[in-house]
């Protein structure tokens, strides 16, 4: 119920723009934010890196209304790939259809991801788009596939809680796309997805068993350290080096698990979200854990 109250209020725009601009709702966005400024994001990708882990830059933003909006986020990518580049990060990229242009027109938006993905190739670096809710699920494989048969460095998302999602890890694989693995952040309706954690994680686990055999390097991206113990014992069991594939975790969620991974030999990738428009990527954050909503409702009140 707080769940999807708090995912309705993540596209609630009046809600939202009173939340970014309220100085003590932007201090706690810091939680799960790394800043509004790349140089912020690229500091802490640098520490990452320190630690032993890579990390995905993501510019936030999604749903955008204008190709203005959509070239700008176009922009905003492309610089990130130069920078990393220029700063010898161990960092690649993830963005989101919708904040390319997606809700505005299928073909603008191919325009624009086909540049970033070129300069990701350029700079011989790797592009993930992130999935959305499910109205984008069909476009957003269509147009990842569109894109790897040119370009090799291109992946996308599978979320666990789908109904058609080992049908799309199937068709993934045949394709040679590298896939990361999650259990889904949005509220998806109960014809087409397990409305149940226990099936989410039970089917999460299938997925992981399709992944790991697969010749294609893949990203396991959960916090639930019984996703993270039945990957590894898979993987042992399997005989799949620690090398095989990569865990990923959000910016500021379980970092003592991400260090311990590391110190155990495998490896980590940070999720680091940056930039303005985080209002609904913090909210989808405060709904996968209801403790997040008393401790910034505490914060906010006591001050
Ligand atoms: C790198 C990465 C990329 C992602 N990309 C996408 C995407 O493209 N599309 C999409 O739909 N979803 C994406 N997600 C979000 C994902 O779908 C889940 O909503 C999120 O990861 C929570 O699920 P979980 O696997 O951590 O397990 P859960 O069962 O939700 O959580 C397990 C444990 O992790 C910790 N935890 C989890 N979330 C939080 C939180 N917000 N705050 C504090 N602690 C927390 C808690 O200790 C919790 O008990 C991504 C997640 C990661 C890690």
């Known amino acids: 119920m707080l769940r999807a109250t708090l995912i309705g209020?993540?596209?609630?725009k009046a809600f939202?723009?009173?939340?970014?601009?309220?100085?003590?709702?932007?201090?706690m966005s810091r939680r799960f934010v790394a800043g509004e400024k790349l140089d912020e994001a690229v500091a802490v990708a640098r520490d990452c890196n320190q630690h032993g882990m890579t990390a995905s830059l993501d510019h936030l933003g999604e749903n955008v209304t204008t190709e203005a909006e959509a070239r700008q986020a176009r922009d905003?990518?492309?610089?990130?790939?130069?920078?990393?580049?220029?700063?010898?990060l161990d960092a690649n990229v993830s963005l989101k259809l919708t904040q390319l242009g997606l809700d505005l027109s299928e073909d603008f938006c191919r325009g624009?991801?086909?540049?970033v993905v070129d300069r990701?190739?350029?700079?011989?670096?790797?592009?993930?788009?992130?999935?959305e809710g499910s109205?984008?699920?069909?476009?957003?494989?269509?147009?990842?596939?569109?894109?790897?048969?040119?370009?090799a460095d291109v992946g996308t998302v599978i979320q666990a809680y789908l109904f058609r999602s080992e049908d799309d890890v199937r068709g993934l694989l045949q394709a040679g796309i590298r896939i990361r693995l999650c259990k889904g952040a949005y509220k998806e309706p109960p014809d087409i997805a397990f409305p149940k954690k226990e099936d989410v994680d039970a089917n999460y686990v299938k997925l992981m068993q399709m992944l790991l055999p697969s010749v294609t390097y893949h990203g396991i991206a959960t916090h639930d350290p019984r996703m993270i113990a039945a990957t590894t014992d898979f993987a042992a069991k399997q005989g799949i080096g620690k090398d095989k594939f990569e865990f990923q975790m959000l910016y500021g969620i379980r970092t003592d698990l991400q260090r311990q991974l590391v110190r155990d030999g495998?490896?980590?990738?940070?999720?680091?979200?940056?930039?303005?428009?985080?209002?609904?990527?913090?909210?989808?954050r405060l709904a996968e854990r209801p403790a997040n909503v008393m401790f910034f409702a505490r914060h906010f009140l006591g001050r």
Do not use: H
Request: glycine share 4%; proline share 4%; charged share 25%.
């Open 9 to 12: 209020l993540s596209q609630n």
């Open 16 to 27: 939202g723009d009173w939340v970014i601009s309220n100085g003590a709702t932007r201090r």
């Open 76 to 88: 905003a990518y492309l610089e990130n790939f130069d920078r990393i580049a220029a700063e010898k």
């Open 112 to 115: 624009l991801l086909e540049s």
């Open 120 to 131: 990701a190739q350029k700079c011989g670096n790797f592009l993930r788009i992130d999935m």
């Open 135 to 151: 109205p984008y699920t069909q476009r957003t494989i269509d147009l990842c596939r569109r894109m790897r048969q040119r370009y």
């Open 266 to 284: 495998y490896r980590m990738r940070v999720y680091i979200p940056y930039g303005n428009d985080w209002f609904p990527y913090f909210m989808r």
